[in-house]
């Protein structure tokens, strides 16, 4: 099963698969003891944060709609260094 995630209306960010992993800011695996759903919380208010505890019940509003993202801007582009002219004065 390729890895679902599910922004759930009123509450959390559900995560379905059996090949996913979740790490810290610095890279550090969680133990997920082989779970396949696990539920990230979004309102801030879990004790048990990044999972989910159900404190967002009441608290928390959020209507989940999908909708398109625009398209992302293209890069700009690089402007390679100028070199000096061979009969410039050289640079100090």
Same mark, same amino acid.
């Given at each position: 099963? @390729? &890895? !679902?995630? &599910? $922004?759930?209306s *009123?509450?959390s960010?559900?995560v /379905? %698969? *059996? /090949?996913?992993e979740? $790490?810290?800011?610095?890279?550090?695996p969680? %133990?997920? @003891?082989?779970?396949?759903?696990? =539920?990230?919380?979004?309102?801030?208010? =879990? !004790?048990?944060k990044?999972?989910c505890?159900? =404190?967002?019940?009441?608290?928390? +509003?959020? *209507?989940? +709609?999908?909708? /398109?993202? #625009?398209?992302? !801007?293209?890069?700009? #582009? $690089?402007t390679p #260094?100028t &070199?000096p /002219? @061979?009969?410039? @004065? #050289?640079?100090?």
């Amino acid at each position: 099963m @390729a &890895t !679902k995630l &599910t $922004v759930l209306s *009123n509450g959390s960010l559900r995560v /379905d %698969g *059996n /090949d996913f992993e979740l $790490v810290d800011a610095q890279g550090n695996p969680y %133990g997920l @003891a082989g779970r396949e759903r696990i =539920s990230i919380c979004r309102c801030g208010l =879990s !004790k048990n944060k990044p999972f989910c505890d159900g =404190s967002h019940k009441g608290h928390f +509003e959020h *209507n989940a +709609e999908a909708f /398109d993202l #625009p398209a992302p !801007k293209p890069a700009a #582009p $690089v402007t390679p #260094p100028t &070199t000096p /002219d @061979a009969g410039a @004065a #050289p640079l100090a």
